[in-house]
């Protein structure tokens, strides 16, 4: 199956060797990764993007890597993961996202995510999907709400130390295939 989809600006393709670099700098970024426990060593960031492509070959979805059309700029990925073991939600499918300062700010995260969402409401017959984040990660809450996600409760995370601003998570649901 070619998992390769394309939006007005940008295209969610398979991972590439050429991503690593530019994906290690994303994952190293300390205001990339605020809302996340800690930065990424490069070894923790290619293992990552390992694991987000190969998810296509396991789940036949996964997290696609993000190109902008205009200027072939690798950006950051989007796409649909498997909800974590222990959190409301779990045994589903989320979106999700992570983007290059270069990147914020400019509608690519809704973009990307809603072609995500539209792939799996419409290729993969997905009931649901779900989002989660930091309580107080105001950006990403921004980016589901205008996908047409509505809040679905809140969770402490338990992978975060109980003393962690992190720990506090929402969780958020699209449960109705987005308007054509």
Do not use: C, K
């Not at 989320?94 to 300062?101: K, M, P, S, T, Y």
């Not at 290729?123 to 105001?138: D, K, M, P, W």
């Not at 402490?156 to 699209?174: F, K, M, Q």
Request: aromatic share 10%.
């Amino acid at each position: 199956m070619d998992f390769d989809m394309r939006t007005d600006r940008l295209l969610l393709r398979r991972w590439h060797d050429t991503d690593r670099e530019p994906f290690a700098q994303l994952t190293a970024d300390d205001e990339v990764m605020h809302y996340f426990p800690a930065p990424l060593s490069r070894e923790q960031s290619d293992a990552l993007a390992a694991r987000a492509d190969a998810m296509f070959d396991v789940h036949g979805y996964g997290l696609w890597a993000l190109e902008r059309l205009d200027t072939g700029q690798f950006i950051g990925f989007t796409g649909l993961a498997p909800m974590l073991e222990g959190i409301p939600g779990s045994g589903g499918v989320e979106v999700g996202w992570r983007l290059a300062q270069s990147a914020w700010g400019q509608g690519f995260a809704t973009e990307a995510a809603t072609a995500a969402l539209r792939f799996g409401f419409d290729t993969l017959g997905l009931a649901e999907v779900n989002s989660i984040t930091a309580v107080i990660n105001i950006r990403s809450r921004r980016v589901m709400e205008r996908l047409g996600m509505r809040p679905a409760g809140e969770f402490d995370h338990p992978r975060l130390p109980e003393d962690s601003p992190l720990r506090r998570h929402v969780r958020y649901l699209i449960a109705t295939p987005l308007s054509r």
